[in-house]
């Protein structure tokens, strides 16, 4: 915890990123049945019922925070663990061994940054129902890793002629142990950034799905909420500010103690940033 608390924006990021995992996860076990439809109370301004004010058909926007923030995180941790895992995995493993592996995993990974992902997602939801936070997150995932991969095979190619990684070959320990016990420890803090950096991207790929339509609006979730402000036109509503603002800030702020939090991490992964 003292070397969490070295960095105070660090920590203060990763405070703010476990309460909004811990609202995300326990906060629609306190709100069941209290999202009602009340066309009466259209676009309300925040008040003692509604602390954030009302949408288009009357429902409290805070509930719907609450119980939107589940599936945007969810989908932005499983599509970075996937991402990262291809790129790391197969990133090591075509700079280590090197020759024919090593020129098809090259080649697999050009044709894959060659289509365009947001064209290929709109092609998948308009052939497949994208109603899965779990279906939305492989498939995110599965097209994210090819810029990592690059990377990880570049910070390989450098560390597999240091000294202590020809001990380790010329003893003949395998290349399981090569790379997952001499190689890959030495890049946790990089592993780390472009695992941040990845979870970043897959929940903007994931509100912009929902915010262009490309996915099918099945539950409450910040990009399902920016969908519906925008088609049902609560920019023109002076009381609907928070409708539209609420969910833009959540994900600012998600991604702000994402970005803020690797610091500490970092620090506690790099022994050159702990000895300074």
């Avoid at 779990?134 to 690059?150: D, M, N, S």
Wanted: net charge neutral; charged share 10%; glycine share 8%.
């Amino acid at each position: 915890m003292t070397a969490l608390m070295r960095s105070k924006a660090g920590f203060a990021g990763f405070v703010v990123f476990c309460l909004m995992v811990l609202l995300a996860v326990l906060g629609p076990l306190f709100t069941p049945g209290h999202l009602v439809t009340d066309v009466t109370a259209v676009y309300q301004p925040p008040s003692g019922a509604h602390l954030l004010g009302t949408d288009s058909e009357g429902r409290d926007i805070a509930i719907q925070m609450i119980n939107g923030g589940r599936s945007v995180i969810l989908v932005g941790v499983l599509a970075g663990v996937i991402s990262t895992g291809i790129a790391i995995a197969f990133g090591s493993l075509g700079a280590y061994l090197g020759g024919w592996v090593d020129s098809l995993i090259v080649s697999v990974t050009d044709i894959v940054l060659t289509v365009p992902q947001i064209i290929l997602l709109a092609v998948l939801a308009s052939l497949y129902t994208l109603d899965s936070p779990w279906l939305l997150a492989v498939i995110i995932g599965g097209f994210a890793w090819p810029y990592l991969l690059r990377s990880v095979r570049a910070q390989v190619f450098s560390l597999k002629e240091r000294e202590y990684v020809e001990a380790a070959r010329l003893l003949d320990l395998g290349t399981p142990h090569v790379l997952f016990r001499e190689i890959l420890p030495n890049m946790g803090a990089f592993i780390l950034m472009n695992f941040v950096v990845t979870m970043t991207n897959a929940i903007y790929a994931l509100v912009g799905l929902y915010f262009l339509g490309l996915a099918p609006i099945v539950d409450d979730n910040w990009g399902a909420m920016l969908n519906k402000a925008w088609t049902r036109g609560a920019i023109f509503y002076s009381d609907s500010l928070f409708y539209v603002l609420a969910p833009v800030l959540a994900i600012s702020i998600l991604q702000l103690s994402l970005v803020t939090m690797t610091r500490s991490f970092e620090e506690i992964l790099n022994p050159r940033l702990r000895q300074s």
